[in-house]
């Protein structure tokens, strides 16, 4: 009766169920495989587009890749922008 | 024209050389002419598993560099017939050998073989791009732990980029009675995780560190379930049809209760 206590149910908090759940989130971010400097890139290019439009600080702009969990609670990549703006550009206002 | 294979983890300590070594040996045992390439330069180990350390003269980079002919660093098995050990150089580093020398020697070892198995160095560097460079197909070897899993992970990914998209899976160590407790991640789980084919499982088995104490690799061992599942492997290489052993019948009374009762594992 070694394991009687498995008769009241902890396979949901079984150990290699949290082993599991943790390699998932661990290698979407292995496989996407992205470098600081692949990320600088991608930030310089969305600063060059968005500077005609809108003022922001430059520190502050903030992208990373992350992971996001869909409706069929599979879990996919996502890139992810976070750019206070400072200010409006005229050309990006209503006219009128 | 013989098989290239590399052996190769990511991380260290989840089997490899003990992988290469029994593979290697059960291959020899069904009568094929099989060379096991020590890659792991500067911490060569294959040697002393196989309890082949006495009888080194020549090493694989004499080889390179034409110190010796490749007859002469061969080293035949004591025990089996057609098992010979190219080792690796001791006081040598990574460096001294290139892909390119590493691919020229693995055609030239293809010739004279049916089985290359080249045991690849942890890690990712020059050691692993040396060591998969001159082979056809790769095994990855990987224990049921999240650290080990991950590293293989990595390494799949590196293998696909270096001409080798279709890697075949090794789970070792795996620890039945953990597995049934929910403490260790099973088979599928592993397999779900890292999307490649199976190729065996080899349980936890105290008699690898017996037969590896005394330089006898396990698969001459009827009585290790280790062994046995070695044997299993080289038999599936050889393209033979064999099912994985069934680690986790329920057998036990206790078991018997639970599925009684619906409250057994799926």
């Known amino acids: 009766m070694f394991d009687f206590f498995k008769f009241f149910g902890k396979e949901e908090s079984s150990s290699k169920n949290i082993a599991k759940e943790r390699l998932k989130l661990v290698l979407i971010h292995d496989r996407a495989n992205v470098s600081p400097s692949f990320l600088d890139m991608i930030k310089g290019d969305v600063m060059k587009v968005i500077s005609d439009y809108i003022e922001f600080d430059k520190d502050e702009i903030d992208i990373r890749i992350t992971k996001v969990r869909d409706e069929d609670s599979d879990f996919s990549s996502a890139l992810v922008a976070n750019i206070p703006i400072k200010r409006m550009k005229k050309i990006g206002k209503n006219p009128g | ?266």
Do not use: H, W
């Open chain 2, 1 to 266: 024209m013989g098989e290239v294979y590399v052996i190769t983890s990511g991380k260290g300590g989840v089997g490899k050389t003990t992988t290469t070594a029994n593979i290697g040996t059960a291959l020899a045992m069904e009568g094929k002419k099989v060379v096991l390439l020590d890659a792991d330069i500067g911490l060569r180990n294959l040697d002393v598993v196989l309890g082949l350390e006495n009888r080194i003269v020549y090493d694989l980079i004499d080889v390179v560099e034409g110190a010796c002919r490749l007859k002469q660093a061969l080293v035949k098995d004591k025990r089996f017939d057609g098992l010979f050990l190219l080792p690796a150089a001791q006081t040598r580093d990574k460096n001294a050998i290139s892909p390119k020398q590493m691919q020229e020697l693995c055609k030239e070892l293809r010739d004279q073989f049916d089985y290359v198995l080249i045991d690849c160095p942890a890690g990712i560097e020059q050691g692993f791009k040396n060591a998969v460079a001159g082979a056809d197909k790769a095994i990855v070897v990987t224990i049921p732990e999240v650290s080990a899993v991950r590293d293989a992970d990595r390494i799949i990914g590196l293998l696909a980029s270096n001409g080798l998209p279709y890697p075949e899976l090794i789970i070792n160590r795996l620890r039945i009675d953990m597995v049934k407790r929910g403490d260790m991640m099973n088979i599928d789980d592993t397999i779900d995780i890292l999307g490649i084919d199976l190729l065996g499982v080899v349980p936890d088995d105290e008699n690898i560190v017996v037969s590896t104490n005394k330089g006898e690799p396990a698969v001459a061992n009827d009585n290790s379930l280790a062994g046995k599942a070695y044997r299993n492997i080289a038999k599936r290489i050889e393209g033979q049809e064999i099912p994985i052993m069934d680690f986790e019948s329920d057998n036990s009374l206790i078991d018997k209760l639970k599925r009684l009762f619906g409250m057994g594992k799926k």
